[in-house]
């Protein structure tokens, strides 16, 4: 049994979630997919806000959404590296 792994997505409560297993099971597959979904969607909105600030015309309400967008977008990563960094440090391979 492996340590309990950070899931990419809070409790109702806004809680961490953990499974615990092997890294094989249905949870952790769909965690996996999940993480690469954010990262994918962190990626986006980072090309998006790199082409709208470089116009130089963003109104304040585009640069308030863009924002909270890429607040939201930060913590989705943060919580994808703390899962994979602490699977590394207990020797778990990412993916696992």
Same mark, same amino acid.
């Given at each position: 049994m492996s340590a309990p792994? %950070? &899931?990419p997505w809070p409790s109702p409560e806004g809680k961490p979630c953990y499974v615990v297993?092997?890294?094989?099971g249905y949870v952790?597959?769909?965690?996996?997919?999940?993480?690469g979904v954010q990262l994918a969607m962190a990626a986006?909105?980072?090309a998006h806000a790199d082409? %709208? &600030?470089a116009e130089g015309r963003a109104t304040d309400g585009?640069?308030?959404y863009l924002a909270r967008r890429l607040t939201e977008c930060l913590r989705d990563?943060?919580?994808?590296a703390e899962s994979r960094g602490a699977r590394l440090a207990t020797g778990a391979r990412p993916g696992d």
């Open positions: 792994r %950070l &899931l297993g092997d890294g094989t952790s597959r769909l965690a996996d997919e999940i993480e986006g909105l980072l082409a %709208l &600030l585009e640069l308030r990563v943060t919580r994808v």
